[in-house]
Structures are given as C-alpha cells and as structure tokens.
C-alpha cells in the first residue's frame, strides 16, 4: 500500500505541474483575439499630474502674479546638463537629460511669460520656407517675414546637474536564529537603509546684457530601504516549509531633480515678482490657470470649467473612471 502511495504521489506531481504550466501559458496566445490582441496589457492606471512639494508654491505665484497684475518678465529656458558622468552598467545616463524639460514647466506653474529657445527647428524650418515664399496661411497669399514679429526674452536659465554621491550614510542589521535541532524551525530577519544625493547648479542671466543676475545651488538627499524576513523548519522529517518576504523602496532620482529645480525656480521668481515669502499663499484664485501640471493661455472662454486645476483631476477624460466618457462609449449621449 505504500508503495502504491509512492507511486501515486510520483506520478501526480508532475501532471500537477504540466497543468499549472499549461494555466499559465494560456495568459499569453500566439493567436490574436477577437479583438485583435494577443493578450490584455496590465494595468490601467490614470495618468495623473507630477507635482513635487515645491509645485503649491509655484501654484502660488501663479495666481499671485495674476490677482496682483504684475508684468512678468519673459523667460527662455537653455541647456540644463547632466555633469555628473555617472552611467548605468547595461548603458545610459543615471541622471535624467530632461532637466531643462522640467524647469520650462517650473516656470509654467509659476505662471511666468515663456519664449522658446531650447528647441527653435520647427521655427527655423517654418522661417525658411517662410523666406522662400512656400508658406500660406489660407487664400492664394503667402506668408510674410515682418520684422519684430517674435518677443525677445528679458532672462534665460542656464546650468546644470554636478553631483549625484551614492551611500553618503547606511545603516541595518542581520540576524539568523533558530534551533539547533534538524526538525526545529529557523529564521531571518534583515532590514537597511542608506542615503544618496543629488546636486545642481543654476544661474539667471540678463540676455541684453549677459550679467548673472541670480545663482542658486542646492541639494537634495534621497533615502532608500530594506526589509526581509523569513523561516525554514522540517515537519515530520517529510514536509518542509521554506518561506519569505521582504521589500525594498528607493526615493525616486529623477523626482528628487525635478523637486531640486521646482525650489530653484521658486526662488528666482519670487525675486522676479518681487514677493517677499510664502505669505502670499494665503489666498486661492479659483480662476487661475495655474496648477502643478503647468501654465496655459486660454484659447476660448471656458476658464472656469477648464483651467489648471482641472488638469489635476485623475478620472478626468479616463475611458472607466470619467463618466461622461463611459456614456460615449455606450453610445448613451446626444
């Protein structure tokens, strides 16, 4: 009888297994579905806005510089580099190359007057076929050259990323323990955690004159942990449990840029707007086009259903979380 058992057991397992590995295979077929996918993509989260600790006060000004009428200066964006050098093992860059990226929409949220002058091709294309008379904007006419005809920008933000120091500070623990005994249980337990940071260095610059109005330098620390946990023991010298569980969490690098940005440019503009300190905040502007996705100019006359902070709004325009256009898609509209 036991060897019957035995046997069973020997054969019973690896159908097990052929069946489990036949379950999961079928998550993903090499023929296309009825809707024309091989398989559903995970996930389906919204897409929802980026902000930094700093972005409120960007808000802020925003709706400061619109409540108080103030005539912002213009303000280009140039190249903000990665000085760092520090590369990845499988290739690329650790550091985002988008820093100038992120403080063009610093400013936006600022509600500051931004010229473009970090990516001019489109433009300069435009001006060509402009020049050689192939352009038209409508009727049999072509569009004319007229000189004066793009603003000039008052100051333009230059710099760059210098530092990125991995480990400045670690600490954690170890520990194993059990049983001496075979069929007694054992166990682990570890946990760590360790700091990095980044660092940059920005400079404000007269474009009339080329003087260095402004220079800012700052830093900014990043934490990451470690934690696990877990236990092997014998049952009756013929089942074994083997189990463990753990987690690990870094501080994102690239957010930590764009909150070292967001401060630097909160700093710049509250110079510009000639404000002197968060007391400003103490209002809200509900018809401000300002919020933490940017700044926009308002084509049509809809500012109060559509404005910066609406853009902040997760379920807005979601196909399975905004009604309107779950109603769209049933056909349930008019």
Not at 86 to 106: D, F, H, N, P, V
């Amino acid at each position: 009888m036991i060897r019957k058992a035995a046997l069973y057991a020997q054969t019973r397992i690896p159908a097990l297994l052929v069946v489990g590995a036949l379950a999961l295979s079928a998550c993903a077929s090499p023929t296309a579905g009825r809707n024309g996918l091989y398989a559903q993509p995970a996930g389906g989260a919204p897409v929802t806005a980026n902000p930094t600790p700093y972005s409120a006060a960007l808000t802020c000004l925003g709706s400061f510089s619109r409540a108080s009428d103030i005539q912002a200066p213009r303000i280009a964006v140039g190249r903000i580099i990665d000085y760092t050098g520090k590369t990845e093992i499988e290739g690329g860059t650790k550091i985002t190359q988008g820093a100038s990226l992120m403080a063009i929409s610093a400013f936006a949220k600022a509600g500051a007057r931004l010229v473009e002058r970090y990516d001019t091709s489109v433009s300069e294309l435009e001006l060509k076929y402009a020049n050689n008379k192939l352009i038209s904007d409508g009727g049999d006419s072509y569009r004319k050259i007229k000189a004066g005809s793009i603003p000039g920008s008052d100051f333009y933000l230059v710099g760059g990323i210098t530092e990125l120091n991995f480990n400045i500070a670690s600490s954690g623990i170890d520990a194993f323990g059990g049983g001496v005994a075979v069929d007694k249980p054992k166990g682990f337990i570890r946990a760590s955690t360790y700091v990095m940071n980044i660092g940059l260095d920005l400079r404000l610059v007269d474009t009339r004159s080329l003087e260095v109005v402004d220079v800012i330098s700052y830093q900014k620390q990043i934490v990451g942990y470690e934690v696990g946990a877990g236990i092997f023991a014998f049952f009756n010298y013929q089942n074994i449990i083997d189990v463990s569980a753990g987690g690990k969490s870094l501080e994102p690098i690239q957010l930590a840029v764009r909150s070292a940005i967001e401060r630097a440019v909160l700093e710049m503009t509250a110079n510009l707007y000639g404000v002197t300190g968060p007391e400003v905040c103490s209002y809200d502007d509900p018809l401000s086009t300002t919020g933490t996705t940017g700044n926009f100019i308002n084509a049509h006359n809809t500012l109060e259903a559509n404005n910066g902070y609406t853009r902040q709004e997760p379920s807005r325009w979601h196909s399975d979380r905004d009604t309107n256009i779950r109603n769209f898609l049933r056909g349930s509209y008019d």
